[in-house]
């Protein structure tokens, strides 16, 4: 079997906002044990993008009503045949340990790094393009200059605290993600729409493409029905709509 290209397309917000989230930590993560200060300032940008999310929406309760949400469906199907009570039990113990992790945040998620004034003078400046050289914030440029272990344990201080959210996040999204079984279907022309269950609402749609294709698919979607469109990329001129009929794998992910 082809290796594939995966996807993702939310339909709702608090998927929508996730998904941005574990995007980030996932840059954070990426970046924090690379010695360039080149590396300590892309880690810095994704933190910032962090924190600023988490200010404008409550994490901390999207992520309980995730997290509870989650477990009351999992009640459902305790008893249902065929199920491995011990894989669900460790499901359930991770769901609720990842819930008792977000209540012992103190305060709103991301409020350490938020009331930093060394963060809020380099947020303050990353509005204005190239606004965090070393001449616009010179106090940071001394930090990109510390040795990797004094950046290392001043990013900890800024970081520990999100990651019971990074944790929590990851759990909940690969719950959604390994909820439904990949359909092989075929678009027509490059274009598929299929209509959604009320009953069983779905949280993300994820599109398997073989590596071996020039095409990605263009995503329009809500509650109740969804498009793909799958594009052809050209190196020049805008993008059009395949006119082949394109295999690829559809996941509806509802838990």
């Not at 204005?128 to 440029?141: K, M």
């Not at 509650?223 to 009929?245: C, Y």
Request: some cysteine; glycine content about 6%; charged content about 25%.
């Amino acid at each position: 079997m082809s290796q594939e290209m995966i996807f993702e397309h939310p339909l709702n917000e608090r998927i929508r906002t996730f998904l941005r989230l574990e995007h980030l930590f996932e840059k954070v993560d990426y970046f924090v044990p690379q010695p360039a200060h080149w590396s300590t300032r892309a880690a810095l940008e994704g933190l910032l993008d962090i924190v600023a999310i988490t200010a404008r929406a409550d994490i901390k309760t999207e992520l309980l009503k995730e997290i509870d949400r989650n477990l009351s469906t999992l009640a459902r199907v305790r008893h249902q045949p065929g199920v491995d009570q011990a894989a669900l039990k460790e499901v359930v113990d991770g769901l609720e340990q990842a819930a008792t992790s977000i209540h012992e945040i103190p305060g709103q998620i991301g409020s350490r790094a938020r009331d930093d004034d060394f963060l809020k003078a380099i947020a303050q400046r990353s509005s204005i393009p190239g606004g965090a050289c070393s001449f616009d914030v010179p106090l940071y440029h001394h930090f990109l200059t510390q040795p990797i272990a004094q950046r290392h344990a001043r990013m900890a201080g800024w970081t520990d605290e999100l990651q019971p959210v990074s944790k929590a996040i990851r759990l909940v999204l690969s719950l959604a993600r390994t909820s439904a079984t990949p359909r092989q279907l075929v678009a027509s022309e490059g274009f598929f729409q299929e209509a959604l269950d009320l009953q069983v609402p779905a949280q993300l749609i994820r599109v398997g493409i073989g590596l071996e294709r020039a095409v990605y698919p263009e995503v329009s979607g809500h509650k109740n029905r969804f498009s793909l469109r799958f594009m052809q990329v050209s190196t020049a001129g805008r993008p059009v709509q395949s006119r082949d009929d394109i295999p690829f794998q559809l996941t509806c992910c509802v838990f």
